[in-house]
């Protein structure tokens, strides 16, 4: 339904994940009845769990270990571990900066160029220790380095960048192809961001098996501040999902769609799936990893742009290990902790066997659903307050 914003403007309703609520069905299930493995290509992931291609996030180390829970680290092929040879000292420098100087200090450090040999290096030693690699490289980029990714073994190439679209505009005659582009490729590749149906549905159109939903919904993401750009994630993965659908009306084939940004617990997780989402691609919950490179910051991609930064260095507390954050056991009870447990009780709680089943889910507009009855916890600062 769209509103009138002025007399020569009209504008839809959207909603972001605090304004939903997923309802209950007439069913429901034992938690270990419940499937919550989804295929990305030819690999079978038992989690729809992605690691945001964030340097505060993941690590070859990181990828390594949440391959093994049963997850997927993406590393930013264009970030510190690929710029430097021995890149703990950057991150301990971003760590101990100011407040007022984070931002112009990480452009100095980023300002060093990436090194194609070191693309190689994270690449192979993630793969030999088992593990899927997958990395991330902007548009403007991914021709530069692509090549030498595939060499090193990459598994699964995300292209990647604050708002990607299947045809960009530019007089310098260089845009890159993506349908051309991924055509190409031999390995499965993912797209995106974006937020709206068109766009959504454009890029499964170029060929990949998956597309990353989400404009600055991120933790550290300033996008929408800097840009006014962005949809509330609930509405912006329930049209990437109807946009799945004419997709497969049209080609026979199935993308995924991913989540990309905006979930903090685990009941977040399930409303994406509950939206449309597949899996969900998330930083922040796993930037509080005792593991983690940020050593308690979090960062994007866009926070070290050297023209136009769009993003925040933001602080994490690192209170639990990764494997506690994502499968358990919890030892808290706000939803932050035990990630994937919390999608499979919800998906069992309402009688839904797997993630497919469990987007056909009804959902309801619930104002109150964080705030009716919990005004103890409020006054408190406990669980959900």
């Not at 609930?234 to 989540?259: C, M």
């Not at 597949?278 to 796993?286: C, E, N």
């Not at 866009?302 to 499968?327: M, S, W, Y």
């Amino acid at each position: 339904m769209e509103i009138e914003i002025g007399r020569g403007k009209k504008a839809r309703q959207a909603y972001g994940f605090d304004d939903i609520a997923i309802v209950p069905s007439r069913r429901t299930r034992d938690p270990q009845d419940v499937d919550i493995g989804w295929k990305l290509g030819p690999h079978l992931l038992e989690l729809p769990l992605l690691a945001s291609a964030m340097d505060g996030v993941v690590s070859p180390k990181i990828a390594i270990e949440l391959g093994k829970l049963g997850g997927l680290g993406v590393l930013n092929l264009e970030g510190i571990y690929t710029r430097y040879e021995k890149p703990e000292a950057e991150l301990a420098k971003i760590a101990k900066l100011p407040k007022e100087q984070a931002t112009r200090g990480m452009q100095e450090i980023y300002a060093r160029p990436v090194e194609p040999k070191l693309i190689a290096k994270r690449i192979e030693e993630i793969k030999a220790a088992g593990a899927l690699a997958a990395g991330s490289l902007t548009p403007q980029k991914v021709r530069d380095h692509y090549e030498l990714a595939l060499e090193a073994g990459l598994d699964v190439l995300v292209i990647q960048g604050t708002v990607v679209s299947a045809e960009h505009v530019s007089s310098n005659g260089h845009a890159l192809n993506l349908k051309e582009f991924i055509s190409s490729l031999p390995i499965p590749t993912i797209v995106g961001g974006c937020a709206s149906y068109q766009t959504a549905l454009h890029l499964m159109r170029t060929g990949a098996e998956g597309v990353l939903v989400g404009v600055g919904p991120g933790q550290a993401c300033t996008t929408r501040g800097v840009l006014g750009v962005g949809v509330p994630q609930a509405t912006a993965i329930a049209d990437a999902a109807a946009a799945r659908v004419q997709h497969l009306l049209e080609t026979g084939k199935y993308v995924n769609v991913i989540a990309d940004g905006g979930m903090r617990t685990g009941g977040d997780i399930s409303k994406a799936i509950a939206c449309g989402a597949d899996a969900v691609m998330v930083g922040s919950p796993l930037a509080r990893a005792k593991e983690a490179p940020g050593r308690g910051f979090h960062w994007g991609m866009a926070t070290f742009h050297p023209t136009l930064p769009r993003g925040a260095r933001v602080a994490v507390e690192q209170n639990a290990t990764l494997e506690e954050i994502v499968i358990g056991p919890a030892t808290e009870n706000d939803g932050t902790l035990n990630l994937m447990g919390a999608l499979r009780t919800s998906m069992a709680t309402c009688g839904y066997e797997s993630i497919h089943d469990f987007q056909k889910a009804e959902v309801m507009l619930a104002p109150a659903i964080k705030t009716e009855g919990k005004s103890l916890q409020q006054a408190q600062h406990i669980g959900m307050g």
